[in-house]
């Protein structure tokens, strides 16, 4: 019986398991033999770490450890390391780590390991991406309990705890289930603990936090750049993605009239500019150097003026065309601060759900492409927040660790990951929030950054209607600023923002039993709650599994405010829209097709309910 | 009423196993959950487990607790031995299997070294062994009272209904409170009782039989700990010394 069967069932044995990983430094290194050294660990330990994360090899025995480079620990807890090259015992940073495996509920043996019974309360493990696409990318956060009584953790004070990770599986009266068929629900970085006599509390936190690192990593050095004005050392050497006006270039050598735009390289540097009179004069290069995002200037510079340059940024690794796809770009950008476990799988779906498909010179045509200035130290999840903003896209930290990229698209009635009726939601009824304090009916888009010059492209677009909903006497306009070059994708982002981010934002909040247990954020499903009369798909913004209640709580959003008026494309042999069906047949038929409209935005003109039920995304 | 106390395996000196799986070692026996198991390897028939006292201490019963054993494995048995099983090797008993508790009880003898052994029906399975016994017990003659004995089994199942009136249960583990009621107590028993009750405490888990020679649940080998220290009131003469009532209550171990 696999996971998702079992967790169907109404009665079954749901396992929580948890490996809480946790290390401690091993020092006081003495001499064994040979090139193999000795320290003592009060603690069992699963593997030895060299510096941030290169596992040494694991030996079966001290023998083996002094022939070869790499570890043992013996059964009185002496550690035997012998370094391999490049590493230094004295110099560098050794770790053991150890990893502890505990259950909630029932204790269980399952992969030849005991989980003991230890986790006492895990109340909230949630995950979340934003209900709105601008919103500032939110970190989710959980807590656990475990028993402490016998002072088990007492004895663990000198371990750095690092991470929790959960396993889900399930058995029933009949069948036990093997430990590949577990689920992994949520890893945790475990940010700080509390021990009590009788407890030991973890405060835990998504991985995302990783997202805090301020970005540019690199900046400009008098070893790197010996000509380079005093004023320039100590700044940050900026990075760029696609398509940019008006960089502001840093001259790194006065006297060879060089200057540098990037710490990466450059698909092309277009045009220089610099600032003579109060006014931008184009320049021609001496020369140009995209591979070091370089440049000189010949005599039109005459030592003191401020430069600045059209760039197209950074380049993609295979064929060295501009990145302008935003999956890459944000895979760019995790790799760059260090992450690398991402769900390849959801970073391509994205890529393809940005991506046209034809090519323009070799550049293949792209969706919403960012246009990215990042020249102040600033964390990187606000710049992945802008790219979500305008790329309409969301980033979290999946159920096993790994990053997960995902743009938004709609699903039809039968793609949906989930559907729950009044038979699966517990403790209590569906709670709605609408929130109308952000309304706009106006919107005045402004791109094309001219970062030196200071000025932007603009585009504009309204929806009267949002204005009257909110009951306003005037219309409610909205001025922003977005990372985008292209017009059309300004465009259709004026367009999109006034019916996702415009309008009311709704949210249902609710609690289903196990049976969603392995929702994660970003998932549509379908509910249907007779008791409301809500039949509708909505979009999972927040998963919070509740292991003490046996459920999770959901709050989803309706699908960035289109609900269930998105239009897909259909055979020829799908009906025509029936205005003589009844309400539950059009709602799921409106869940389902598409339909051809009118100017009158109806698929059939004498049928009201047929309005607008075809948009396209 | 029978009280197997204190487990001599639990204070052992050194205790080694034939096999074992790496991340279920053998000193999971002396570990008071059973559900923490020593797992045999898939290479050989014959598995044991060696029990080092430190020194030479006297035993009347073992028990081989919450195990795997099938009625296919053969030669279940308890040896004891002076020199580490190198020479000296001396059966104690051999066990009747059972898919329950084993239980082999056996005049005094002493004995640093003590092994459990068995032959698997074939060397590629792997056995459980939950816990091990091995000390003595006290018999407590006449007790409890003929109405005494009670089991009550509680089940930490949880359920939640939805709000369409459907029971969702996670189904989680029984355990039984088992109370012994046992009034008109001679003075030596109540001394005896006082004696393991302040051994054992409310801590330390031990394994006991209501009626010994009965068939039913009241003569099973329960594992289980004292909820709380008994009390010890007088009951009155039992013809002509002074009688105790002592009510002991415990909670089955998992």
């Known amino acids: 019986m696999t996971l998702v069967q079992a967790l169907a069932l109404p009665a079954v044995k749901l396992r929580y398991l948890a490996q809480i990983t946790g290390s401690v430094l091993l020092q006081g290194w003495v001499l064994h033999s040979g090139a193999a050294y000795k320290t003592h660990c009060a603690h069992t330990i699963e593997s030895v770490i060299f510096n941030a994360s290169t596992a040494l090899t694991a030996r079966a025995s001290i023998a083996a450890v002094i022939a ?55 109340p909230a493990l949630s995950l979340r991406i934003e209900p709105r696409f601008s919103g500032v990318s939110q970190v989710g956060t959980g807590n656990c309990s475990l028993i402490n009584n016998d002072g088990f953790f007492d004895e663990l004070d000198e371990l750095h705890w690092e991470t929790a990770q959960f396993f889900l599986g399930a058995d029933t009266a009949t069948t036990t289930m093997a430990f590949a068929d577990y689920e992994e629900f949520g890893v945790w970085k475990i940010e700080d603990t509390r021990a009590s006599v009788s407890s030991f509390e973890m405060s835990l936190v998504e991985p995302k936090a990783a997202l805090s690192t301020k970005i540019p990593l690199s900046t400009f050095n008098r070893t790197d750049y010996p000509n380079i004005a005093d004023v320039n050392v100590g700044k940050v050497i900026p990075r760029l993605y696609g398509v940019v006006y008006a960089v502001p270039a840093t001259c790194v050598d006065a006297s060879a009239k060089r200057f540098k735009i990037a710490d990466h390289a450059l698909y092309e540097i277009t045009e220089a500019r610099i600032l003579s009179n109060n006014v931008w004069t184009a320049v021609p290069f001496a020369s140009k150097d995209e591979a070091n995002a370089e440049f000189t200037l010949g005599a039109a510079w005459a030592n003191n003026e401020s430069v600045c340059v059209d760039v197209i940024g950074r380049k993609r690794s295979g064929d060295g065309l501009p990145m302008y796809n935003a999956s890459e770009i944000v895979e760019d950008l995790l790799a760059y601060i260090g992450e690398a476990n991402l769900n390849s799988a ?26 990215l200035y990042i020249g102040q130290s600033v964390q990187a999840r606000e710049i992945i927040s802008k790219i979500n903003n305008v790329a309409g896209s969301f980033l979290f930290i999946n159920a096993s660790g790994q990053w997960h990229y995902e743009v938004f698209e709609p699903k039809v009635i039968g793609a949906v990951d989930k559907t729950f009726t009044d038979e699966d939601i517990v403790g209590g009824p569906i709670q709605t929030t609408v929130d109308t304090s952000e309304m706009f009916s106006s919107v005045n888009v402004k791109y094309g950054e001219r970062y030196a010059e200071s000025w932007t492209q603009n585009v504009e677009a309204s929806l009267p209607e949002n204005q ?28 999109r923002i006034l019916t996702t981010e415009g309008r009311p934002l709704k949210r249902y909040r609710f609690a289903v039993t196990w049976a969603g247990f392995l929702l994660q954020p970003g998932d549509q499903i379908k509910v249907d709650y007779d008791i409301r009369g809500i039949s509708e798909i909505m979009e999972v913004l927040e998963a919070r599994h509740d292991l003490d209640q046996n459920r999770i709580q959901l709050i989803c959003g309706d699908r960035r405010g289109w609900r269930d ?43 009201s309910k047929s309005f607008k039920n075809s948009r396209h995304w | ?248 209550e415990a909670k089955e171990q998992l």
């Not at chain 1, 959801?346 to 246009?371: E, N, Q, Y």
């Not at chain 1, 029936?578 to 047949?585: H, L, V």
């Open chain 1, 565 to 607: 008026s998105f239009g897909f494309w259909v055979s020829d042999a799908t009906s025509a829209w029936n205005p003589a069906a009844t309400d539950a047949e059009k709602r799921t038929a409106d869940q389902t097709a598409g339909y051809h409209h009118g100017d009158d935005d109806l698929a059939v003109s004498t049928d």
């Open chain 1, 68 to 122: 070869a480079a790499g570890w043992f620990q013996d059964t009185d807890g002496t550690v035997y390391v012998r370094a391999d090259t490049g590493q230094n015992l004295f110099a560098d940073t050794f770790r053991g780590r150890c990893r502890f495996y505990f259950s909630k509920g029932d204790a269980v043996t399952v992969d030849n390991r005991y989980y003991e019974s230890r986790l006492d309360s895990v």
């Open chain 2, 1 to 248: 009423m029978r009280i197997y106390y204190p487990n001599l395996a639990d204070a052992y000196s050194a205790i080694s196993a034939s096999s074992a799986v790496s991340t279920l070692p053998v000193t999971n026996v002396t570990h008071f959950h059973k559900s923490r198991v020593w797992r045999t390897g898939t290479s050989v028939a014959d598995e044991y487990i060696t029990i080092d006292l430190g020194s030479s201490q006297a035993a009347t019963a073992a028990i081989i607790f919450a195990h795997t054993l099938t009625a296919g494995d053969s030669a279940i048995q308890l040896r004891k031995s002076t020199d580490n099983f190198a020479a000296n090797d001396v059966l104690v008993g051999t066990f009747t299997w059972s898919s329950g508790p084993m239980l082999l009880t056996f005049t005094s003898t002493s004995s640093r070294y003590w092994r459990i052994k068995f032959t698997k029906a074939s060397a590629g399975v792997s056995r459980d062994i939950g816990r091990i016994f091995l000390g003595t017990y006290t018999t407590f003659t006449g007790l409890p009272d003929w109405d005494g004995f009670s089991s009550s089994p509680i089940d930490l199942s949880q359920t939640q209904v939805s709000e369409g009136g459907q029971d969702y249960t996670n189904q989680r583990s029984q355990y039984r409170d088992i109370r012994l009621d046992a009034s008109g107590v001679s003075t030596a028993q109540a001394a005896d009782i006082k004696t393991f009750t302040e051994t054992v405490g409310a801590h330390t888990p031990f394994f006991l039989q209501a009626d010994e020679n009965a068939t039913d649940e009241s003569g099973e080998v329960f594992y289980v700990r004292l909820k709380k220290l008994p009390a010890r009131d007088t009951d009155g003469m039992v013809e002509t010394t002074l009688g105790w009532q002592i009510k002991l």
């Open chain 1, 468 to 495: 009257f909903i909110a009951n306003a006497a005037s219309e409610l306009i909205k001025e922003t600023t977005v990372p985008l070059f292209d017009t059309n994708d300004a465009t259709h982002y004026a367009q």
């Open chain 1, 346 to 371: 959801a970073f391509d779906a994205a890529f393809d759900a940005l991506d046209v498909g034809a090519f323009v010179g070799g550049i293949r045509r792209t969706s919403f492409k960012p246009s």
